[in-house]
């Protein structure tokens, strides 16, 4: 491991243990930076602001706990293991979402599945494909429909069992609704994102 990938899994990790205690929206970038026993500069030449920070682990952490070959048929277990893996990290979780915004962890995940779903319509094996304006505008409304309900269960303080929920999501993500949607292509179809 380089020593900027360990300076920032330190970071990361004075940011956890601190949030053992206290609000995310309370941290400022000192108290990150005291707690890991570095200066601010150091910090700053590591991440632009405690949101980067949060973005980072999103990306080093959860990334590594979803599946890398998702597929139309596969991308419920994906789901299902960022799901137990946010329970095991419940703490964690629960007070990075209280913050929405930029770079805030909603934000990743919202990213995250528009890409997914993106990557899905476009990779759809025999099919026609849609315009890329297309692509966005239902990708972009399936990455809410994913993030809205994981969030619903988040913020319900992820004691239920996850898989009700990963259930109906699979079944309004079912490989039939997709292959309807892409084989629908005029332009009054699908309005473009404004």
Not at 63 to 89: F, P, T
Not at 106 to 114: A, G, I, R, S
Not at 147 to 173: C, F, R, Y
């Amino acid at each position: 491991m380089s020593n900027a990938a360990f300076t920032k899994l330190m970071i990361a990790q004075g940011l956890k243990r601190l949030l053992k205690t206290t609000s995310f929206v309370n941290l400022s970038v000192g108290d990150i930076a005291r707690e890991c026993r570095i200066s601010r500069n150091t910090f700053y030449y590591h991440f632009k602001d405690k949101y980067d920070l949060i973005a980072w682990i999103f990306h080093t952490e959860i990334s590594s706990v979803l599946q890398d070959d998702i597929s139309l048929g596969h991308w419920r277990e994906s789901l299902l293991a960022l799901c137990k893996y946010m329970q095991e990290n419940r703490d964690f979780y629960l007070n990075v979402l209280q913050f929405q915004g930029q770079n805030s962890f909603t934000q990743c995940l919202m990213d995250f599945y528009q890409g997914l779903v993106a990557h899905l319509l476009f990779h759809a094996d025999s099919q026609p494909a849609l315009s890329p304006a297309q692509i966005r505008t239902v990708s972009r409304f399936y990455a809410y429909g994913i993030t809205g309900i994981l969030l619903d269960w988040a913020h319900n303080g992820m004691t239920a069992d996850p898989e009700p929920a990963v259930n109906m999501l699979e079944k309004l993500l079912s490989s039939d609704t997709v292959h309807q949607i892409l084989s629908t292509r005029t332009e009054h179809d699908l309005v473009p994102p404004v």
